[in-house]
Nanobody, 113 residues
């Protein structure tokens, strides 16, 4: 059984930083693209960032220059370093694997102004 387990969310003031982690359990995803989506209250889930198996990264324009995605294949994990956070970054952040319908339970990020 595959599980994606996110952690690292919390409450932070605008301008602060958080680091999200996602650990994949049950199978190895070192050959797959992994990444993050987020969903604000009353809004659709939207793309944030992804990283390919070779380490190429892609970002939504809204987070480019502030967020950095990385992965550790030895730990079967993907990370999202979020700097200079803004109130509009407030969302539940979800980890996923491209090509599979696997999603984590989500981790809440709240940025106060």
């Amino acid at each position: 059984q595959v599980q994606l387990v996110e952690s690292g969310g919390g409450l932070v003031q605008a301008g602060g930083s958080l680091r999200l982690s996602c650990a994949a359990l049950g199978r190895t995803f070192s050959s797959d693209t992994m990444g993050w989506f987020r969903q604000a209250p009353g809004k659709e889930r939207v793309f944030v960032a992804r990283i390919t198996s070779s380490g190429d990264t892609y970002y939504a324009d809204s987070v480019k220059g502030r967020f950095t995605i990385s992965r550790d294949n030895a730990k079967n994990s993907v990370y999202l370093q979020m700097n200079n956070l803004k109130p509009e970054d407030t969302s539940v952040y979800y980890c996923t694997v491209w090509g599979f319908n696997y999603w984590g339970q989500g981790t809440q990020v709240t940025v106060s102004s």
